[in-house]
């Protein structure tokens, strides 16, 4: 009788064929699925012309070179002569919700072990071990390997650059092989190393998707091949440098965690599944989410033009607006008058903070704020006292050129002396002030490439940070989003999306973010205006508006707003405080409406915020009902007008005898009529944003 292994998530199944002294083979990963009266994969197969005599179809942990053609798990290497990798042997062992794969092969004294569990995503971790008596040589190790249906039709990546993160890139699928690969040290401006892989019809909330997450801060590569039968493999790994992995006998290596999801509710299902993966991940103060605070951050309001007195009358007038966090961005350490000095020198500068930095931070708890400060650990000036004492932590290559940008360097993070003197940097800080949060940043690529072994040695400092002072939280920048990606999740606690706080470029980015991560850790702040990126000019409204959905903030001084901007502002943050319960930790539907018009919503399927969002100048001559297709099943909604966003400074005049309505109170609403007609809108100008509150009955 034939065996098969399987898990099931809510909405998706994986179904292993076991074969004796061979890897599983690959059955089903997709919609969910029953291995009652599954024949056997042979039994499916005919002969095919031009082929092996023996099938060989995709396996769980494919390798080439015996009869498979497509691509390989595994690359490697003993003496400088590749190995021949066939597995001789396979055990399988199954829980509730994990199967656990053991492959070995003795002839080439190598084993594997791939982990996979079931939750709201699949998870997968995988491990390879060198059992030989001489040293492994790992070229390539693919985290997951997952078979694509023959009926994929499109493929959904994000691209992007400092400033203009997540722009999302729409493809057929491919007749040969698509490739996204990072070669810049971190995981880039592109977003999270992914990729979704819609079926025939997948919309926003409807129909087959399938996606894959790659759990790596650094070089990563994804592709999708075609292969000769019609269907497509898709595999996601870490890109390593040739070489730079070599596990001595009786040592292993792990490639980095992969999530992968499947949904039939289109695009937002397979983003729940990531979102639900990735909140598992987290690791909260205190072992659970608190609301998130409201934060000031200095950047934009001085950048490096700090002194203790600014500093402390910023932080008054934010407290007097609602702020719940102060961060002290860069300019507060020794030298750091400008990006040419100062980093790698830990201490704070005694001119602009002669007392230090105790005062301060104490005189900004007292006005009942937490104190957060910025640093950027994995960087080193060229012109400061570290790079003068150790040159040689400084990342490079021998007798090559050391190339700067943002005129600083790049520490060796493999190395364990760099990682004890910063983690002895950062752990005085924590120790000797009352900070409550860090913002890691990391402002340029890596020229040299410091491999996997760089990445595996910030996560090392990183969880030492974390295990010593386990209340503070971290949020993690490069260049604005260059490093929003899962593998990050165990250590951090927000991200930040994109340097770039135009609120019209936001509305594209914050989307493009919330395909892999939850809103919760989506840095999103309201800037000035003129923005400093952009240099358009917005309305106060609009850009609260449009970073309300995250882990909201200001980037800018209230000082330079009159009285009334002010009184605005603050209005803004209570009204976030009064629903960032229902804002964060539920679930995230997006989609497009007619003309332009971007929505999104956030909550619970009872409870939920609608946010339709206009950047350009609509169209036509009236607004289009907006169709809710997460609601087709729902019954009878209570809708109400919470707000209208837009450049009318504050609240924009509800224009129809139905808005005016839904602004006083609820309006009973079917449903299915908002999935398949639509919710009807007010008209809206360019730059705004209408807020509605939907409760769904039981």
């Known amino acids: 009788m034939t065996q098969f292994a399987f898990l099931h998530t809510s909405a998706a199944s994986l179904i292993l064929e076991l074969r004796d002294g061979e890897a599983p083979a690959w059955r089903h990963f997709g919609a969910l699925a029953s291995v009652e009266d599954l024949p056997k994969l042979a039994e499916t197969r005919g002969p095919a012309s031009f082929s092996f005599d023996q099938d060989v179809p995709l396996a769980l942990v494919p390798t080439a070179g015996l009869g498979w053609f497509g691509p390989t798990s595994v690359a490697a290497r003993r003496n400088g002569r590749n190995l021949l990798i066939s597995w001789t042997s396979s055990e399988v062992e199954k829980t509730e919700n994990t199967l656990t794969i053991r492959l070995a092969d003795e002839f080439s004294g190598v084993a594997l072990e791939q982990t996979i569990t079931a939750n709201a995503a699949f998870h997968f971790a995988t491990k390879i071990s060198n059992l030989g008596t001489e040293p492994l040589t790992l070229d390539r190790l693919c985290s997951v390997v997952l078979p694509l249906p023959s009926s994929s039709e499109k493929l959904l990546s994000w691209r992007g650059r400092h400033n203009a993160e997540l722009f999302e890139c729409l493809e057929q699928m491919p007749q040969h092989t698509w490739q996204r690969e990072t070669r810049r040290g971190i995981s880039g401006h592109g977003g999270a190393p992914g990729v979704f892989i819609l079926g025939q019809g997948a919309q926003s909330c409807t129909g087959p998707v399938h996606g894959v997450q790659l759990c790596w801060s650094g070089d990563s590569r994804i592709a999708v091949e075609r292969d000769d039968e019609g269907c497509w493999v898709l595999t996601a790994e870490a890109v390593l440098i040739a070489g730079e992995v070599t596990v001595m006998a009786g040592e292993s290596w792990s490639a980095p965690d992969a999530l992968a999801a499947c949904s039939s509710a289109g695009r937002n299902g397979a983003s729940t599944a990531f979102h639900a993966a990735t909140r598992a991940i987290l690791q909260w103060p205190g072992g659970r989410r608190s609301p998130r605070k409201v934060h000031l ?273 603050a209005d803004w943050i209570a009204f976030h405080k009064d629903w960032r319960d229902l804002l964060h930790g539920g679930q995230v539907w997006i989609g497009e409406g007619a003309d332009g018009l971007r929505w999104h919503a956030q909550g619970r399927a009872d409870s939920f915020l609608l946010f339709a969002m206009r950047a350009a100048p609509p169209l036509d001559r009236r607004p289009q009902p907006l169709p809710l297709p997460f609601l087709a099943d729902a019954g009878r909604c209570s809708v109400r007008l919470l707000r209208l966003a837009a450049s009318d400074h504050g609240h924009g005049a509800a224009t129809t005898e139905l808005a005016r309505a839904m602004a006083q109170d609820s309006v009973a609403m079917s449903g299915a009529w908002l999935a398949a007609n639509g919710l009807p809108l007010p008209p809206m100008k360019a730059e705004s944003v209408a807020i509605f509150h939907v409760e769904v009955a039981a």
């Open 297 to 569: 951050n200095s950047w934009e309001a001085c950048y490096f033009d700090h002194d203790a007195d600014r500093i402390a009358a910023l932080a008054e007038s934010a407290a007097a607006i609602g702020i719940e966090r102060f961060v002290l961005d860069d300019g507060w350490f020794r030298g750091r008058n400008d990006d040419t000095a100062g980093l790698g020198d830990w201490t704070t500068d005694p001119l602009k903070y002669p007392e230090g930095l105790g005062p301060l931070a104490n005189r900004i708890t007292a006005l009942g704020m937490e104190f957060g400060l910025w640093v950027e650990p994995e960087m080193i000036n060229p012109n400061s006292d570290l790079y003068r004492a150790h040159p040689d932590w400084a990342l490079s290559a021998p007798g090559r050129p050391r190339p700067t940008a943002r005129n600083q360097l790049v520490l060796d993070m493999r190395r364990a002396d760099v990682r004890d003197y910063l983690f002895g940097c950062i752990d005085a800080l924590l120790r000797d002030l009352p900070i409550g949060y860090l913002k890691w940043d990391h402002n340029r690529d890596l020229a040299p490439a410091g491999g996997a072994a760089q990445v595996l040695g910030t996560y090392d400092l990183m969880r030492r940070i974390r295990a010593a002072h386990p209340m503070v939280e971290i949020e993690a920048c490069a260049g604005g989003g260059g490093r929003s990606d899962a593998g990050f999740a165990p250590y951090v606690h927000r991200y930040w999306a994109s340097d770039n706080i135009d609120a019209v470029s936001r509305i594209d980015i914050q989307r493009g973010f919330l395909a892999f991560l939850p809103p919760e850790v989506m840095g999103c702040h309201v800037g000035a205006s003129p923005a400093h990126a952009t240099d358009r000019s917005q309305s106060l409204a609009f850009r609260a508006a449009v970073a309300m959905p995250g882990h909201f903030g200001v980037e800018m001084d209230p000082r330079a707003l009159t009285d009334p901007e002010r009184v605005e502002l």
